[in-house]
């Protein structure tokens, strides 16, 4: 039996870098600066309106404060993780490469659940790196418990989970020889993500609402990615592929470079088969939305470095591919970068973000249609957006009568619109709010003659207002509701 290498211990202190210390006032402030440039880059984005995702994070958060519970009531690691790998120069490369994109808002940086993601999942790297090269199992439990975090920000992460296990024990395979050692750390690892799993679920359980996580997390995940075809996939992914490149180019490009570089190097392919985890799990969902491709990122940066290497290694040779690569590449991140950040308003660098996204103008116009909404009912009156502006519910500060606060799981399960049907004829709201009917056609149809035909029972039309079109509760439906049985 062959026993697998592994460098001496390494303990927390010593496995951050020596130099980084407030002696070395010109590292600090790379570090520091690397820090604060994602910062710089989304400040002109802090006051625009909501997108539809992010609405809908904010309308679940008020419902949280007001103590509904979800489900039932409402459906900079990166450089010393380069540091453990490459020089501290290098380590800077990752980090920046990092901090000039994860800002960018051509990627929607808004509230959305993949940028919350991103610090567990290089979290779970980072411990995992210092276990495997200090061995010390602490390290491992650790891992786990934050990969566990990241899987229950956003499922898609147990790819990245998945190919650091496979990572640990490719060298057993490879030499047809176990090691009890490895196969204990990763016993713990896998222990640390049940637990934290566990431990987030538990309070759901205990309260009551289940079922309805597991319907959401679990059952209604795999239908939104199971109605695509690996055809659709593979070629959504190739044409998509252009979007990212652009964005982010200069730091793309020497993630392609970085290839020459791989030789067998064992870490580096660490690096890389990450980042390829990360792409699994975009392909997996079927679904190329620009935020999706924000957990790309922090392996982009990662990888970086290797690029660089090659670049170097061209230079001596020959000055014109590396000037010619990097000069052309930032110029078009530029060119399509820079229109968003320069215009006047918030709303007009909302609409620059989503371009050619006809629903970025319902996200522009929700705050008045909102205000509409507010003056028009009263504190108490509960309202429904039958469609995907589910940020009209936190502007206006209106309640939904059922957890179905948009419409998109009807277009999934369409026994969930019987669901809402029953909650709606239980709890008729005040107004509906029909911004499905002028929703671009898309793959999210679903048969809406039910929910039409309750508004036509009991709701006379007002107009259409801004992007919807907007219903009132019939006086003598209110007036049986207001009297009783």
Known sequence: MTRLHF???VSFPAAVPKRLVL?????VACVVASAIVPLLLYLPSLTEPFDRDEGFYAAVAQL???GDLPYRDSFDNIYIQGRLLFSSREALIAAFAFATSVGVIRFET???????MLLPMVAGLLTFTLGMRGGSRWWFLLSGVIHGIAIMTKETSAFNFVFLMLWAIFPMLRNRALDFKVLASL???VAGCVLAVFAIILPLVLLGAGNEFFDTAIVYTLQYVGDRSAAQRITDMILTAIFPLAVACPWLILVFFATFRLSGDRWNWLLFGWLLASEASILFVGRFYAHYYAILLPGMGLVAPLGVRYLKSQWEKSRILPVLVMVSTIGLAIW????AYVKNSPADRHLAKFPGDPQAEFEVQSPDLAAYIADNTLPGDKIYNLGFQAETYFYADRRSPTKYMFDRPFAIDNSLLKDA???LNADKPVLIIDSARYEPPGDMYYDRAAVLEFIKANYDYVGKVYYADVYRLKEEVASGIRSGP
Not at 23 to 27: E, I, T, V
Not at 110 to 116: S, V
Not at 336 to 339: C, E, L
Request: glycine share 8%.
């Open 110 to 116: 808004n509230a959305n659940t993949e940028y919350f």
């Open 64 to 66: 949280i404060l007001h």
């Open 7 to 9: 460098e001496s211990k």
């Open 421 to 423: 049907l029953r909650d």
């Open 336 to 339: 399509f970068n820079g229109p």
């Open 23 to 27: 002696g070395h006032k010109a590292l």
């Open 187 to 189: 016993s713990v690892l």
